[in-house]
Nanobody, 124 residues
Framework: QVQLVESGGRLVQAGGSLRLSCAASGRTFSTNAMGWFRQVPGEERSFVASISATGGSTSYADSVKGRFTISRDNGKKTVYLQMDSLRPEDTAVYYC?????????????????WGQGTQVTVSA
């Protein structure tokens, strides 16, 4: 069984930065792509970023491209999301997820395990 635990969410002013972390436990990590998603109340969950199992490939939603950076440390079984130039519209609960595949992908249906989420609030 895999458990994912996010941390790092908090209240921050627009223009500021945050780094989210997601620690994984269980027998898999280095063979699985990881992703970050976010959800605002009343809206569907949306893709933010994905990183391949080796870390060699990444992809981003257009809304965060150039501002957010996903990375991973397979030795620590941890994936990160560095968020810079934050905007009020980035306010959401952020979830990390583990894919059944090794390659990057943006579809939530490709992810088998999910964390409990961490709240990010960006004030104007």
């Amino acid at each position: 069984q895999v458990q994912l635990v996010e941390s790092g969410g908090r209240l921050v002013q627009a223009g500021g930065s945050l780094r989210l972390s997601c620690a994984a436990s269980g027998r898999t990590f280095s063979t699985n792509a990881m992703g970050w998603f976010r959800q605002v109340p009343g809206e569907e969950r949306s893709f933010v970023a994905s990183i391949s199992a080796t870390g060699g490939s990444t992809s981003y939603a257009d809304s965060v491209k150039g501002r957010f950076t996903i990375s991973r440390d397979n030795g620590k079984k941890t994936v990160y999301l560095q968020m810079d130039s934050l905007r009020p519209e980035d306010t959401a609960v952020y979830y990390c997820a583990m894919s059944r595949a090794a390659y990057i992908n943006s579809g939530g249906n490709n992810y088998d395990y999910w964390g409990q989420g961490t709240q990010v609030t960006v004030s104007a």
